[in-house]
C-alpha cells in the first residue's frame, strides 16, 4: 500500500488515500465539465479528510444525490459523498489535487454523465 497525499491548491483542506485508483474518471456532466475534476473512487472510510470543515462549502444540485466539496479559501473541488440513505460507501476524490506524476501515471476513462450514464 502506498499512501497518497492531496490538498486544495492553498493547502487548507488535505486528503489522505490508500493507493493509486486502477483508474480516473473524467465526466462531462454539468458540474464536472466546469470544475475539470479527475475521479477517484474509494470506500468512505479508506479516505482521510484533513483541515478544519470551516473551510469547505458544500455544493448540492439536481437530485440531491452528492455533496460536493471545495475549499471556501481558494475554491478547488476536493471530493464528493453521497447523499443517498442506501448509497454504495463510496466516495469521489478529486484526484487533480494531487501531484502530477500521480495523476500521469493513471489511466483516464470518458465518462458520459451528460446523456448516457455509459463508458465512451
Known amino acids: 500500500m502506498t499512501i497518497l497525499n492531496g490538498s486544495c491548491h492553498c493547502g487548507t483542506i488535505t486528503i489522505e488515500v490508500p493507493d493509486a485508483p486502477a483508474y480516473l474518471i473524467d465526466c462531462n456532466c454539468s458540474i464536472c465539465r466546469r470544475t475539470r475534476a479527475l475521479w ?5 472510510e479508506a479516505v482521510r479528510v484533513g483541515g478544519d470543515p470551516a473551510h469547505t462549502e458544500d455544493y448540492v444540485w439536481g437530485d440531491k444525490s452528492l455533496r460536493t466539496v471545495r475549499c471556501r479559501s481558494c475554491g478547488c473541488v476536493t471530493h464528493w459523498k453521497s447523499l443517498q440513505p442506501n448509497g454504495d460507501g463510496r466516495m469521489g476524490v478529486n484526484m487533480a ?3 502530477p506524476e500521480v495523476v500521469a501515471a493513471l489511466e483516464v476513462r470518458k465518462f458520459d454523465g451528460a446523456a448516457s450514464w455509459t463508458y465512451l
Open 97 to 99: 489535487n494531487f501531484a
Open 40 to 44: 477517484a473512487f474509494y470506500p468512505e
